[in-house]
């Protein structure tokens, strides 16, 4: 009988690669190994074997999510996970999952994963052993479970060339204003198709463009249209000078079906859950906050718009809306798919407006039949929607939402991209 070590873990590598790039690592189910089973099965006309786990409970590993914002530890990596299966000699990088936005569903992400793990930050580690080989059960082919063929360590064999470590950079490199010549028309074209000035873009929100990036975390292996992210401010003044918190970037051209490419991707270390994409930004001092699903939404409207980046509003996210809506109608105008959650948020936000004495409007606007997103809208019928729902005509919202407004963002850009055009 072995004497376990309840302050080991049985993947001491991964576990410690995961406390280097995060910090913070909840262990589940400590100790506990899986036993490997061999099958056999037909494929294509030849008989393959693979291997699968045995029904139980094993360790797991549980981080923030770096893709989605997530802090509450919901990316959870199986203790076997980026070791080689002996019959396959793959990478096993499908071990593992994000219980809030399932950010990981694809190849590209996971390797990301593995990218950022063990050859983006880190050189190689001088670990004794991959997986501790007296606490895992040996499965029916006499080999323990995360050993390779033979016996040996499935981390023994080399890891590729790490790259060169270098400083987290607060936006990618190289960036070019999305008025800019040396941006390609095939990124101008998509956004002007979809309806957008590009002016309008670079003046209110200083969107920006990035051809590719493989050094950035997350990297970017395409073209992608750059989205500043600022951190929320004490109040609504025009004058505050916003503070970068980080990046939105998307793909500069539409997404294929059948390209498993993510449209959107965060920096890392980047909280959506604690910000809103349009706060600071072009907010005017009259007329209701609209609060949108994704940032291209807040660019169709035009002004007075935050994007929640996703369909589920955090605690903090519902104080900063409450704080933006101050003695003011707050519209929650989120995608047709989004329903449930657009009124589960709508009576989460009036309930606590009506607590602190708050008695300005807070109501659900949809987007008509047939139509996706916000994005998906003119301008005007965007707004027809939103005084729809507050039972008012448009011209009675007291905006004007065609109005250019000083950018807010040109200082705090300036001082990371000093050669932006004004």
């Known amino acids: 009988m072995n004497d376990f070590c309840w302050d080991r873990v049985l993947n001491e590598r991964l576990y410690n690669k995961l406390v280097k790039?995060?910090?913070?690592?909840?262990?589940?189910?400590?100790?506990?190994?899986?036993?490997?089973?061999?099958?056999?099965?037909?494929s294509h006309g030849i008989l393959r074997k693979r291997s699968q786990f045995a029904p139980g409970s094993h360790e797991e590993y549980a981080v923030d999510c770096p893709f989605c914002g997530d802090k509450k530890h919901r990316l959870s990596f199986h203790y076997l996970w980026a070791t080689e299966d002996y019959l396959s000699h793959q990478l096993r990088l499908h071990l593992v999952n994000c219980h809030n936005e399932?950010?990981?569903?694809?190849?590209?992400?996971?390797?990301?994963?593995?990218?950022?793990?063990?050859?983006?930050?880190?050189?190689?580690?001088?670990?004794?052993?991959?997986?501790?080989?007296?606490?895992?059960?040996?499965?029916?082919?006499?080999?323990?479970?995360?050993?390779?063929?033979?016996?040996?360590?499935?981390h023994d064999k080399p890891l590729p060339p790490p790259i060169k470590r270098s400083e987290r950079r607060?936006?990618?490199?190289?960036?070019?204003?999305?008025?800019?010549?040396?941006?390609?028309?095939?990124?101008?074209?998509?956004?002007?198709?979809?309806?957008?000035?590009?002016?309008?873009l670079w003046a209110r929100w200083r969107?920006?463009?990035?051809?590719?990036?493989?050094?950035?975390?997350?990297?970017?292996?395409?073209?992608?249209?750059?989205?500043?992210?600022?951190?929320?401010?004490?109040?609504?003044?025009?004058?505050?000078?916003?503070?970068?918190?980080?990046?939105?970037?998307?793909?500069?051209?539409?997404?294929?079906?059948?390209?498993?490419?993510?449209?959107?991707?965060?920096?890392?270390?980047?909280?959506k859950s604690e910000l809103l994409y349009g706060w600071p930004g072009p907010i005017q001092r009259r007329g209701p906050i609209v609060a949108c699903e994704g940032m291209t939404d807040v660019w169709r409207l035009g002004c007075n718009a935050v994007a929640l980046l996703g369909k589920v509003?955090?605690?903090?996210?519902?104080?900063?809306?409450?704080?933006?809506?101050?003695?003011?109608?707050?519209?929650?105008?989120?995608?047709?798919?989004?329903?449930?959650?657009?009124?589960?948020l709508v009576n989460l936000l009036r309930q606590r407006r009506r607590n602190i004495g708050e008695d300005h409007a807070t109501v659900l606007a949809t987007p008509p039949p047939g139509i996706k997103d916000v994005a998906e809208l003119s301008r005007a019928d965007a707004w027809q929607c939103i005084a729809a729902a507050l039972r008012r005509s448009v011209t009675q919202l007291g905006i004007d939402y065609d109005a250019v407004q000083a950018p807010l963002h040109?200082?705090?850009?300036?001082?990371?991209?000093p050669k932006l055009p004004a």
């Not at 569903?105 to 050189?123: G, I, T």
């Not at 955090?314 to 933006?324: G, K």
């Not at 040109?410 to 991209?417: D, E, F, I, Q, T």
């Open 410 to 417: 040109a200082k705090c850009l300036l001082a990371y991209l």
């Open 313 to 344: 509003a955090s605690q903090l996210q519902q104080e900063l809306l409450i704080q933006a809506a101050e003695r003011r109608p707050l519209v929650v105008f989120l995608d047709n798919d989004a329903k449930k959650e657009a009124e589960k």
């Open 102 to 154: 399932d950010c990981v569903r694809n190849s590209d992400a996971r390797r990301e994963l593995y990218d950022m793990l063990f050859r983006k930050h880190w050189d190689n580690d001088d670990c004794e052993i991959a997986v501790t080989p007296d606490l895992i059960r040996r499965g029916v082919n006499g080999n323990p479970a995360g050993l390779g063929r033979r016996g040996k360590p499935a």
């Open 207 to 271: 969107v920006l463009y990035c051809p590719e990036d493989l050094e950035s975390v997350p990297a970017l292996r395409q073209p992608r249209i750059i989205a500043p992210i600022y951190s929320p401010q004490p109040t609504m003044q025009i004058q505050e000078r916003p503070t970068l918190a980080g990046w939105a970037a998307r793909l500069a051209y539409e997404l294929d079906p059948e390209e498993r490419v993510r449209k959107y991707l965060f920096r890392l270390g980047m909280a």
């Open 170 to 200: 607060p936006l990618p490199d190289p960036l070019f204003a999305i008025i800019d010549k040396a941006v390609p028309n095939e990124a101008k074209d998509y956004l002007r198709a979809r309806g957008f000035n590009l002016h309008e």
């Open 21 to 42: 790039v995060f910090q913070k690592v909840h262990v589940t189910n400590r100790g506990c190994g899986v036993t490997i089973l061999e099958t056999v099965e037909w």
